[in-house]
């Protein structure tokens, strides 16, 4: 009876030393401070959205997948950018279209 008993002491004091060195090289399990409501880690330049801005895009993942208020004002932002650059194609081209017809 006293070597189980000596047995289930010692292993106690190895998961104690193993759980105290993890909770020394693995940090004391901190977490970092929530966002602020209505803010996002996800980051976009203020103007001139490129391909490779939308590549880099990673959007924060919550229980049920991403966080849909930043995929929505990614959306929203990307939306916006086309539009401004169609409107601007639009802008060049019906400007052009009178200087062709007077060669």
Sequence with gaps: MTTALFYLVIMLLVAAVV???AAVVFGRGEELAPLAPGTSPTRLPAEDLTAEDLRA???Q???RGYKMSEVDWVLRRA???ID???ARVAELEAGRAPAEERS
Excluded: C
Aim: aromatic share 14%; charged share 20%; net charge positive.
């Design 19 to 21: 759980y105290l060195l």
């Design 57 to 59: 895009v990673r959007f």
């Design 61 to 63: 993942l919550v229980l």
């Design 79 to 81: 939306g916006a950018e």
């Design 84 to 86: 401004q650059l169609r």
